[in-house]
């Protein structure tokens, strides 16, 4: 066993996916001096925490994850010094998978990255929309209101569970307490630099990024229109019996991740003032981590909630929608023709691939509509595709 295992459970949103990738960037440096980063690449963390909360497969349903738990700790195992274990996926779990990771780790020590409320509600719903959710922005943000911690949480899934469960730090921190001791790793206010952030995660496993260059990783953020146009593509598709996960490799890491956030069209990134309900749950978050005792990294004052410039995604009109939607089609039907181009399958052709074009003089509403019913065809063809490669191979 690792003479020291620490554990990164998160929460959402908190630069897990900068820390990740730094970590793998510098994972052959780091082992030289002593610290592993375990599994080849961080899909190998992510494989081995869905198993431990109980997936046998992945969540796109193609491969097998059985084992990958045990197979993370054996490499702990088989390790004399440091080991880091990065996978907000840990945040909302219950105390029964923070007990599995204890007997499975010893007393691992937990770093808990933190960011304020405000610039997280935003940057959840965004998030939660990439991955299938379906719920509109002035929702999102008033159940989060209704039912701030503290107030019973619904058992079923709801836009304020799915918040408060990623995002209740103080709850975070008293569950993992009962695994080991607990860092909280603020993230800087804005206008910091942006290596801060990974100085201060520096700080809890013993290594100074400051010494190495870390490239800046690819999650670029979507503004108003482009979220609220995928949501609505949730709606549809999910009334195809498409829900998520189907298709979640191309809706959210080649759609959401890669192709809409280079799009040349005319957006703004979500905005939101500080309300007072925000203001008195981030002071009560703070107390409440002080008098858990936990290990700073950072400053309290860094969690003092921030207005995020940008415009209202419940403003967002048809009018608007239309050409981003177009936009939308025109590059992920070139990216599904150039695929199914580089990797044929019989009876699955570039040719097969579904077309479309605007009609003119059609009214915005119909308009926008109709171009999200063209954009879940061409996500429908390429999740029947796969199905069918699937069954192929049965």
Known sequence: MARRVIVHV??????????????????????????????????????????LR??????????????????LVDEIDAWPETAVVSAELLAPVGDDVVAKVVA???????????????????AMWQEVVQNGEVWAWSDFVASARVRRPRRPLPDVLTAASRFWSEQDVVAIARRWSAAGPVHVVTVPGPGAPRSALLERFGEVIGFSFEDVRTPRPQNASLGVVRTDLLRRLNLELDARDLSFPAGIRLRKHVLAKKLMPGLDVADERIGLRVEPWVEKAADQQVTALQKLGVRLHGDWSDLMPVEVDGADPSAVTADEIVPVAVATHVELRAWLVHRAETSP???????????????????????????????ADLVEWAVRRTRAKQDARA
């Open 54 to 71: 109980g997936r046998e497969t992945s969540l796109a349903g193609d491969r097998s994850i059985e084992g990958s738990w045990q197979r």
């Open 10 to 51: 998160g929460a959402m949103k908190s630069g897990t996916t900068s820390l990740q990738h730094a970590l793998y960037a510098h994972r052959e440096h780091l082992a030289g001096l002593g610290i592993l980063v375990p599994g080849t690449t961080w899909r190998d963390q992510a494989d081995a925490v869905w198993n």
């Open 104 to 122: 499975s780790l010893g007393a691992p020590e937990i770093v808990l990255s933190v960011r304020d409320l405000n610039r997280n509600l935003p």
């Open 345 to 375: 399958r019989q009876g699955w052709g570039p040719e097969t691939v579904p077309e479309w074009a605007p009609g003119h003089a059609v009214p915005a509403d119909r308009a926008a509509a109709e171009a999200v019913e063209a954009l």
